[in-house]
C-alpha cells in the first residue's frame, strides 16, 4: 500500500511543507529511515537524525522550526508522537481489512455470519455459532459448536474457540490462544489414580479485550469463567477455571492465576506473577513481576516479592537482604570479639 503526503496530511490534519505528492509505503524510526518510509520526531534528543534521514515523510510537532535544510517532506502536526499512534491504528485497520472467504473451509449450515466478514482458508466453523459484523477470522482458527461472537472482532491464525464460548464486541485475540478449554479438575481414587472432574462451564469474554498469543483461559468447571470489558492480557498467560478478572485490568506476560480467584477492576499485574486459587484481589491493586501471591489482597495495595508483601516494606527490606554477607561476617567478628574478651 502507498500513501502520498497529501492524503496522510489529510488524515492528521497537518501541514505539508515539501512535496505533497512523495509516496511512502512502510514505517520506520527516524534514524533507519529510508526512502519510501514514513517516519515522525516528537523528541528533541533524536532531532539530529532529521538531517540525516533517508526517510521520504516525516511527522514533526506544529512549533518545530529546522535548524537547517532537510531533505525529508515535513508534515506538521500538533503533537507527533499522537497523531504517528493514530497513523500505525489507520494503516493496521486497512491491512487488516480482508474481506470475503478463502478455501478450503468449513461452516455448518446451522451458522451464523454477519456482513463484511473474512473466513481464512482452513478456517472450522462449528453448529450454531453466531458471529457479528466485521469479524476476521484469520486461517486454521477453529470455532466450536454454539460460540457466540460480537461485532468488529479480529481471531489471528491457530487460535481455538472451544465450544459454548462467549465473545464480545471489538476483541482482539492473536494466534495460538486457546479460549475455553478444560479446567484442571481431578480428583483422586483410593488406588492414587485421578480421574477427571467434567468441565461443563463455559468462557464469557466482555467487550473491547485483548489476549496475547499463546494464552489460555480455561472454561469453568461450573457457571463461567469471565474476562470483563476492556482487560487486556499479554503474551503467554495461564487463567484458570472459574476465574474473573475485573474491568480495565492489565496482566503482562507469563502469568498464572489458579482456580476461582477473583480479581477486581484496574488492577495491574506484572510478568511471572503467580496466584494461587480461591483468594480475592481488590480494585487498583499493583502486582510487580516475578511476585508469588497467596493471600488475598486489598483495593489500592501495591505488593512485590514471594510471598509478596508491602511494596514499600520490600524495598527496605532488600537493601538488607543485598548486604547480608557483611552483616553476616561483622556478626561473626562481634561474636569472636565477645568469646576473646571473656576467656
Known amino acids: 500500500m502507498k500513501f502520498k503526503a497529501k492524503q496522510i496530511a489529510e488524515i492528521l490534519d497537518g501541514e505539508i511543507l515539501g512535496n505533497p505528492e512523495v509516496e511512502v509505503s512502510k514505517l520506520s524510526k527516524i534514524e533507519e529511515g529510508e526512502s519510501g518510509s514514513l517516519t515522525f520526531l516528537s523528541n528533541s534528543k533524536y532531532q539530529s537524525f532529521l538531517y540525516t534521514t533517508q526517510a ?15 531533505a525529508t517532506t515535513l508534515i506538521k502536526v500538533k503533537d507527533a508522537y499522537k497523531a504517528f499512534s493514530k497513523l500505525l491504528e489507520f494503516y493496521n485497520q486497512v491491512k487488516n481489512n480482508k474481506l470475503g472467504r478463502e478455501t478450503p473451509h468449513h461452516i455448518a449450515a446451522s451458522a451464523s455470519i454477519g456482513e463484511e466478514e473474512y473466513i481464512g482458508a482452513y478456517a472450522y466453523i462449528g453448529e450454531n455459532v453466531t458471529i457479528g459484523k466485521n469479524v476476521k477470522i484469520f486461517p486454521s482458527t477453529y470455532i466450536g459448536d454454539n460460540v457466540t461472537i460480537g461485532d468488529n472482532c479480529i481471531l489471528y491464525s491457530g487460535v481455538k474457540i472451544y465450544s459454548e464460548s462467549q465473545i464480545g464486541s471489538n476483541c482482539k485475540i492473536h494466534s495460538g490462544c486457546i479460549i475455553g478449554s478444560d479446567g484442571f479438575g481431578f480428583v483422586p481414587n483410593e488406588k492414587g489414580e485421578y480421574k477427571a472432574v467434567p468441565q461443563i462451564g463455559n468462557v464469557i469474554i466482555e467487550n473491547n479485550v485483548d489476549i496475547g498469543s499463546n494464552s489460555t ?3 469453568a468447571t461450573l457457571g463461567s469463567t469471565i474476562i470483563r470489558e476492556g482487560v487486556k492480557l499479554d503474551n503467554q498467560i495461564q487463567i484458570a477455571h472459574n476465574v474473573e478478572i475485573g474491568k480495565h485490568t492489565v496482566i503482562a506476560s507469563q502469568t498464572g492465576i489458579a482456580g476461582s480467584t477473583k480479581i477486581g477492576e484496574n488492577c495491574m499485574i506484572g510478568g511471572q506473577v503467580g496466584i494461587v486459587g480461591h483468594i480475592t484481589i481488590g480494585n487498583n491493586v499493583k502486582i510487580q513481576a516475578q511476585s508469588g501471591i497467596g493471600r488475598s489482597l486489598k483495593d489500592d495495595e501495591v505488593v512485590q516479592g514471594s510471598p509478596a508483601f508491602g511494596y514499600n516494606d520490600y524495598n527496605k527490606s532488600y537493601v538488607y537482604f543485598k548486604k547480608l554477607p557483611d552483616l553476616a ?6 561474636e569472636k570479639d565477645l568469646n576473646t574478651q571473656t576467656k
Open 56 to 70: 521520504s515523510i516525516t511527522i514533526v510537532n506544529k512549533d518545530f522550526q529546522p535548524e537547517k535544510e532537510v
Open 217 to 219: 483461559i480455561d472454561r
Open 329 to 334: 561476617k561483622s556478626i561473626h567478628k562481634i
